[in-house]
């Protein structure tokens, strides 16, 4: 176990991190944001989804390919992708314990749009114990994993990174951070729900890069050990 005691700032991805992977929830975004292309850009659904992987690994996410190479506006799209059903997601009592205890202030950052964000944390039990939400709003749709994000991020709440801790399910979103001095938490998921390209999909806690510090397929159960 790497050592957290310097840690003030906790700092959580949203999607398949502060709910299972395996609960193949984000699983009906990934059709919503099929379709969506496939309207937009009047492709068969087949087509469709492979420019949105291709976008997702080339941008970081489908949304930044689309705003880059079609100059699409982000709010439709946003509000189309997000308008799920959450009764799949069932609230876990002892995740907002464990987030509550944690010591220091408490981040959700997030590549979906403050909406989505608001609703599934307020779903989940947990959207008032963070001290603030950072959303692909507030980043202009430039995505994790570059950089400039994560800049603006610290930057906009204060956070020394060196004594920052960031939870992500998609690794390389934490290549970045650990380069800025964060300590490091993959979630994995043996479950490819994802249908990604390799460098997108669910990472199964085999070799680890090096960036990763810990890895965990239960964020619930770890956070109650460092209670
Ligand atoms: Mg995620």
Redesign the pocket.
């Known amino acids: 176990m790497v050592k957290l005691d310097h840690i003030d700032a906790w700092i959580f ?5 502060l709910y299972s992977g395996d609960a193949d929830f984000f699983a009906q975004i990934d059709k919503k944001i099929t379709s969506f292309i496939s309207d937009f850009l009047s492709l068969p659904p087949t087509e469709a989804r492979i420019l949105q992987k291709q976008y997702l690994v080339k941008y970081g996410t489908s949304l930044s390919g689309l705003m880059a190479e079609h100059g699409m506006d982000p709010a439709d799209y946003l509000d189309h992708v997000h308008d799920i059903n959450l009764d799949v997601l069932i609230p876990d009592p002892d995740l907002a314990i464990g987030i509550e205890n944690l010591p220091g202030r408490k981040f959700i950052f997030t590549n979906g749009s403050r909406g989505h964000a608001k609703r599934v944390g307020d779903h989940l039990g947990i959207y008032d114990l963070f001290d603030g939400v950072f959303a692909i709003e507030d980043i202009d749709y430039i995505p994790k994993p570059k950089r400039g994000p994560y800049e603006k991020f610290i930057s906009a709440f204060d956070i020394d990174p060196k004594k920052s801790f960031m939870a ?3 690794v390389r979103n934490l290549e970045a951070p650990k380069a800025m001095g964060m300590s490091t938490l993959l979630i994995t998921s043996q479950l490819d729900w994802s249908h990604e390209p390799k460098a997108a999909r669910p990472h199964d806690g085999k070799n680890v890069p090096h960036f990763v510090d810990m890895h965990t397929n239960d964020l619930t159960g770890w956070l109650l050990k460092l209670m």
């Open positions: 991805d949203l999607d398949n991190t992500e399910d998609s």
